[in-house]
């Protein structure tokens, strides 16, 4: 029983393991993968377009702050000659607030630079990483479908299927069970003989003494048959005549 037991947990483990594989193809996994891989080169691609687009904007500014600052210093130069030293002064001060603006915005348009840098490396990396698993994705695919096809080929030519577990365990089964009915039809025997248990071919309710009485019976049938077959036999011939009398001797 163990045994059996063990076979039939082995068989599900088996058909589980084959339903796992049937649920999860290996192409189908690697295909996944590949786009979840092409989706992160997307969004660092995006990230680095983001950045660039910063960059240039903060550009944009600091060159507008240039211009800005190069008018109000001419714009100072001409209050003066205007005598005019607060509008100087009011050019100066906003000439001043301008440039401090510019060093601000070139830190931050280093830092910028610095990222877009960054990213540019990360996707370049990540680029030749997609586009090597690609190539290995298609080797595996292309690998796996030949080995499925191989198989299933190889299955078909020598018979063997995934039915063969269930036909092996079912043979496996009747031949326990057949050897099982044959001990007990044994056994049974055994007790009969031995007069454990009544034999149930017997008419119902005749005991061991009734049985030996009908043999009884059968054996005086058979003499009786065999006297009447015994006298209806051909009758011996009957003896030779015995010789006369001797004859006297003559006389001397």
């Known amino acids: 029983m163990a045994s059996i037991t063990q076979r039939i947990g082995a068989l599900f483990r088996t058909k589980a393991h084959k339903a796992l594989d049937r649920a999860e193809d290996p192409r189908e996994v690697l295909d996944y993968s590949y786009e979840r891989q092409v989706e992160m080169l997307q969004r660092v691609r995006r990230g680095l377009a983001d950045v660039a687009t910063s960059r240039k904007h903060v550009e944009r500014q600091v060159d507008q702050l240039r211009e800005s600052t190069g008018r109000l210093e001419g714009q100072a130069q001409q209050a003066l000659t205007a005598d005019r030293e607060d509008l100087a002064r009011e050019a100066l001060t906003r000439r001043t607030a301008a440039t401090s603006k510019i ?24 680029q030749a990483q997609t586009d090597s698993f690609r190539t290995r994705k298609e080797t595996l695919k292309a690998t796996y479908t030949s080995a499925e096809a191989q198989t299933r080929v190889t ?20 031949q326990d069970q057949t050897e099982q009915m044959q001990a007990r039809a044994g056994a049974l025997d055994e007790l009969i003989a031995s007069g454990a248990l009544e034999d149930a071919t017997l008419p119902a309710g005749q005991d061991d003494m009734q049985a030996e009485l009908e043999r009884v ?36």
Do not use: F, N, W
């Open 103 to 126: 060093t601000e915005l070139q830190e931050q348009q280093a830092s910028l630079q610095e990222q877009e840098e960054k990213l540019t490396e990360a996707a370049q990396r990540l």
């Open 155 to 174: 299955e078909a030519v020598s018979g063997i299927g995934e039915e063969l577990g269930d036909v092996g365990l079912a043979t496996q089964r009747a």
């Open 217 to 252: 019976h059968a054996d005086q049938d058979v003499e009786i048959e065999l006297a009447r077959m015994k006298a209806q036999l051909p009758s011996a011939s009957a003896p030779t005549e015995t010789e006369g009398p001797d004859t006297p001797e003559d006389t001397a």
